[in-house]
T-cell receptor
Framework: DAGVTQSPTHLIKTRGQQVTLRCSPKSGHDTVSWYQQALGQGPQFIFQYYEEEERQRGNFPDRFSGHQFPNYSSELNVNALLLGDSALYLC?????????FGSGTRLTVV | GNSVTQMEGPVTLSEEAFLTINCTYTATGYPSLFWYVQYPGEGLQLLLKATKADDKGSNKGFEATYRKETTSFHLEKGSVQVSDSAVYFCALSEWETSYDKVIFGPGTSLSVIP
């Protein structure tokens, strides 16, 4: 059984560009959460999707947006990239407190 | 709001030494508590968890006991190996009305030297 799959694994973008990251949840999980992990820090909660709607959101600007599809997969979009957006972006799928994390997408903004 | 505090690293130990990484939390209700491990260049792996007071989570020789009276969930291992070198994150999840999320501590880097 595949766990959480994230794509791409790495990418490099230029300041001001837009990026889309993708996440396929673990089978049986219906909720997807996204986290940003800056170098040397703990993951910070961005937002969570359930039933194709954003259910809760952390302290991130509107440049960060997302989407969940009927098959529970999800996308994270970041507009107008800043150098400070460089981080590991982690996706977690869950169902009632059972969380599984993906390996992440390493985003570098230059 | 809910939060997690961990001892600052980095921690450097010799192989076969005893490990303790302190973790305390702040929560309004009854959270579940977790330890995650992150090896260099990788994502997060769940190491162990405890869902109620006095529960002991254990895995791969690591243990942690949910202490509600001291709001703590310290990670211990009796004899560390070089392969345990990684960053360890203490975390909690708590239901708020009908949903929850995981909140992480800042992480503690562990290096084990032969």
């Amino acid at each position: 059984d595949a766990g959480v799959t994230q794509s791409p694994t790495h990418l490099i973008k230029t300041r001001g560009q837009q990026v889309t990251l993708r996440c396929s949840p673990k089978s049986g999980h219906d909720t997807v959460s996204w986290y940003q992990q800056a170098l040397g820090q703990g993951p910070q909660f961005i937002f969570q999707y359930y039933e194709e709607e954003e259910r809760q959101r952390g302290n991130f600007p509107d440049r960060f947006s997302g989407h969940q599809f009927p098959n529970y997969s999800s996308e994270l979009n970041v507009n107008a990239l800043l150098l400070g957006d460089s981080a590991l972006y982690l996706c977690a799928s869950s169902t009632y407190r059972e969380y599984t994390f993906g390996s992440g997408t390493r985003l570098t903004v230059v | 709001g809910n939060s997690v505090t961990q001892m600052e690293g980095p921690v450097t130990l010799s192989e076969e030494a005893f490990l303790t990484i302190n973790c305390t939390y702040t929560a309004t209700g009854y959270p579940s508590l977790f330890w995650y491990v992150q090896y260099p260049g990788e994502g997060l792996q769940l190491l162990l968890k405890a869902t109620k007071a006095d529960d002991k989570g254990s895995n791969k020789g690591f243990e942690a006991t949910y202490r509600k009276e001291t709001t703590s969930f310290h990670l211990e291992k009796g004899s560390v190996q070089v392969s345990d070198s990684a960053v360890y994150f203490c975390a909690l999840s708590e239901w708020e009305t009908s949903y929850d999320k995981v909140i992480f501590g800042p992480g503690t880097s562990l290096s084990v030297i032969p």
